[in-house]
């Protein structure tokens, strides 16, 4: 099975954050985040009564599972997407299925990347750093154009069952996200 989420996070993964509490409380008040609920083995929450209005959901594809006999059945969003609040103390490594990231300077391929974010994970500060041979420019690893389908942070908001295209942010969660943690968000779609 394929997992598709939307991934939200700060744009800038060392920002000071807020705890995920908080976070959580100002999405819940928001109307993102409904009632908790165990998905996967782990914590998420279904979706709350704006969720679908905060998200641009495009609804282009009806939620079904297969029933008896091979028939499509209409499920409801709220059996299907949950959301999930990740929090760590360290900068993670959030894509999934990736694209072969870019210089910001001058668009060549970063070949060496996986390299660059194992230096990270084994806190080798200045392994981490990309230094391309076009343009000599050095990049962290999410400094680099990873083509929508990355991002790195200690605080992420990931929207489960979700494909690429089908929603959005609205301008009022990305404004509410900035306000909770006092920085900017962006986000991506995690294919797997």
């Not at 165990?38 to 929450?45: A, K, Q």
């Not at 509410?176 to 294919?191: D, E, G, H, Q």
């Given at each position: ?141 999410w400094e680099l154009d ?47």
């Amino acid at each position: 099975m394929a997992d598709h989420k939307l991934v939200l996070h700060p744009r800038d993964p060392e920002a000071p954050l807020p705890p995920v509490e908080v976070l959580r409380g100002g999405l819940i008040a928001l109307g993102l985040l409904g009632p908790e609920v165990e998905r996967f083995g782990d914590s998420h929450h279904a979706p709350g009564p704006r969720f679908a209005a905060l998200l641009g959901l495009r609804g282009g594809r009806p939620a079904t599972r297969l029933g008896a006999g091979g028939a499509r059945e209409p499920v409801d969003l709220a059996d299907v997407v949950s959301v999930e609040l990740l929090a760590s103390d360290e900068v993670a490594f959030l894509g999934g299925d990736v694209a072969t990231p870019r210089c910001p300077g001058c668009g060549a391929e970063v070949d060496d990347w996986g390299e660059r974010v194992s230096a990270l994970y084994d806190g080798d500060d200045a392994g981490s750093v990309h230094t391309c041979a076009g343009c000599g420019r050095a990049s962290r690893p999410w400094e680099l154009d990873w083509d929508g389908t990355n991002g790195f942070g200690r605080l992420a908001v990931a929207v489960w069952h979700v494909r690429d295209g089908e929603a959005a942010p609205s301008d009022e969660l990305a404004g509410a996200l900035a306000k909770l943690t006092a920085t900017p968000w962006t986000s991506f779609f995690y294919r797997m």
